[in-house]
């Protein structure tokens, strides 16, 4: 069973900064991409940054200049970097591991998800 644990939100003033961290944690062979979701009420989740395997970075517009992610390979683990931090920015972010390969019991490739964690920016 692979398990995504998140850490790294909480309350910050506008302007400020934030970093997120997940780690997975699991028989892990492989991750394809890594990345960050975000939600707030009564709004669909929304892609805020992925990276993949190899560190290409695709990023939302409303985040680009201002979030960096990145990824160790080796810790199963990505982090992201929320600088220049904007009320708009509260949501809760999930973690996402596209494409994770285990080998036990049998080789099977399916996503995973955290269980969130707030951000919240107040002006």
């Known amino acids: 069973q692979v398990q995504l644990v998140e850490s790294g939100g909480g309350l910050v003033q506008a302007g400020g900064s934030l970093r997120l961290s997940c780690v997975a944690s699991?028989?892990?062979?492989?991750?394809?991409?890594m990345g960050w979701y975000r939600q707030v009420p009564g709004k669909q989740r929304e892609l805020a940054a992925e990276?993949?395997?190899?560190?290409?970075?695709t990023y939302a517009d409303s985040v680009k200049g201002r979030f960096t992610i990145s990824r160790d390979n080796n810790q199963n683990t990505v982090y992201l970097q929320m600088n220049s931090l904007k009320p708009e920015d509260t949501a809760v972010y999930y973690c996402?591991?596209?494409?994770?390969?285990?080998?036990?019991?049998?080789?099977?490739?399916?996503?995973?998800w955290g269980q969130g964690t707030q951000v919240t920016v107040s002006s």
């Open positions: 990276i993949s395997s190899g560190g290409s970075t």
């Open positions: 699991g028989s892990i062979f492989s991750i394809n991409a």
């Open positions: 996402n591991a596209y494409g994770v390969t285990t080998m036990i019991p049998e080789r099977a490739t399916r996503d995973y």
